[in-house]
């Protein structure tokens, strides 16, 4: 991998995680939107409802974010742009696309099947 390249990829990568930090560090539990609604019952009562779509949220985000950390020590190792099944070189774009990958193209196809 090309030193402007993996650059490039260390700067999005962190930028993104610095969002997911913001992101997490600004989420509030269930139970704390709650009690900051206690006298409306239709605010507790949607955020009852929306409880289920906003765990699921924070935990992709949580997982995403273990995700691009791991990927930035990987960005730092010589192995860091190669497949980790056919040991060829993941395009650039991929990598761009889909910053946690580890396999090229033809390889995630063929682990689809």
Same mark, same amino acid.
Request: hydrophobic fraction near 40%; glycine fraction near 2%.
């Given at each position: 991998?090309? !030193?402007?390249? +993996?650059?490039?990829?260390?700067? @999005?990568? *962190? $930028? +993104?995680? +610095?969002?997911? *930090? ?14 900051? @609604? %206690?006298?409306? /019952?239709? %605010?507790?009562?949607?955020? #009852? ?10 935990? !992709?985000?949580?997982? *995403?974010?273990? @995700?691009?950390?791991?990927?930035? #020590? ?5 192995? /860091?742009?190669? &497949? =980790?099944?056919? =040991? &060829? ?12 990958? +580890?396999? &090229?193209?033809?390889? /995630?196809?063929?682990? $689809?099947?």
């Amino acid at each position: 991998m090309l !030193e402007t390249d +993996r650059l490039l990829l260390n700067t @999005q990568i *962190e $930028k +993104r995680i +610095r969002v997911l *930090e913001n992101t997490l560090s600004d989420c509030h539990s269930i139970s704390n939107k709650k009690q900051s @609604q %206690a006298g409306d /019952a239709s %605010a507790i009562f949607d955020l #009852t409802i929306n409880a289920f779509v906003d765990d699921k949220i924070l935990s !992709e985000n949580k997982l *995403e974010l273990a @995700q691009l950390t791991t990927s930035l #020590t990987w960005m730092q190792t010589d192995d /860091a742009g190669v &497949c =980790a099944l056919c =040991a &060829c070189d993941i395009p650039i774009g991929r990598l761009k696309a889909v910053p946690i990958t +580890r396999l &090229c193209v033809a390889c /995630a196809d063929n682990k $689809k099947d």
